[in-house]
């Protein structure tokens, strides 16, 4: 069963606008959130994590928002940049567990 | 430091054929782990270990082995390869220091025919 459910398959936004990701989970045991950033023929590489005992991270253009009580996390990228069109995973960890599931992504292109 | 590194980058198999994908870090991180990854699907884990000379199954591990000898190395064989095992695999290692971000290799496409 899919723990962790990324429900839009891509997105397309214009450069410089607020690009917005969803991730819902369903395992109330997982505590820890990270996104990553895919580009083609590359591995995976981490961008932003979150963790349960607060409900916002920022990292420059990047925000991670979590709502544990609806057991839903976002990922804002504002501003956009062409750079930015790429897959991002939501991927969720139950405390000291150290293995990660991942949703399925949401491939942004961001158009000039 | 190189990171995590895999090899080949590509590789084609005919089904029934055998082949090991290597995985080496080499940041002395403890954990490690192989995924797969199917067109529109997100990361499965097949096998992880936590260290040298213990693995355990993950999600999918039907069809692989693996072996954990070193730190560094965390190779993974598919045996009687088959068209179902036509993926993209990443091996990814972390270490048990409160960060659960785990660094990625840059992955083997695998084709079986």
């Known amino acids: 069963d899919q723990q962790v459910k990324q429900n839009s398959p891509s997105l397309s936004v214009q450069e410089g606008r607020i690009s917005i990701l969803n991730c819902d989970y369903t395992n109330s045991m997982f505590d820890y959130f990270l996104w990553y950033k895919k580009y083609p023929a590359e591995g995976p590489t981490f961008l932003i994590s979150i963790s349960s005992i607060k409900d916002k991270n920022e990292d420059g253009r990047f925000t991670v928002f979590l709502n544990k009580s609806a057991k839903h996390l976002s990922l804002h990228i504002v501003p956009s940049q062409p750079g930015d069109s790429a897959v991002y995973f939501c991927a969720a960890s139950a405390i000291y567990d150290y293995k990660l599931s991942f949703g399925a992504g949401t491939t942004v292109t961001v158009r000039a | 430091n190189a990171g995590v590194t895999q090899t080949p980058k590509f590789r084609i198999l005919k089904i029934g054929q055998s082949m090991t994908l290597q995985c080496t870090q080499d940041m002395n991180h403890n954990y490690m782990y192989w995924y797969r990854q199917d067109p529109g699907m997100g990361l499965k884990l097949i096998y992880y270990?936590?260290?040298?000379?213990?693995?355990d199954k993950g999600e999918v591990p039907n069809g692989y082995n693996v072996s954990r000898s070193t730190t560094e190395d965390f190779p993974l064989r598919l045996e009687l390869a088959a068209p179902s095992q036509t993926s993209v695999y990443f091996c990814?290692?972390?270490?048990?220091?409160?960060?659960?971000?785990?660094?990625f290799g840059p992955g083997t496409r695998l084709t079986v025919t």
């Open positions: 990814a290692s972390t270490t048990t220091s409160g960060s659960y971000e785990q660094y």
């Open positions: 270990s936590v260290g040298a000379g213990i693995t």
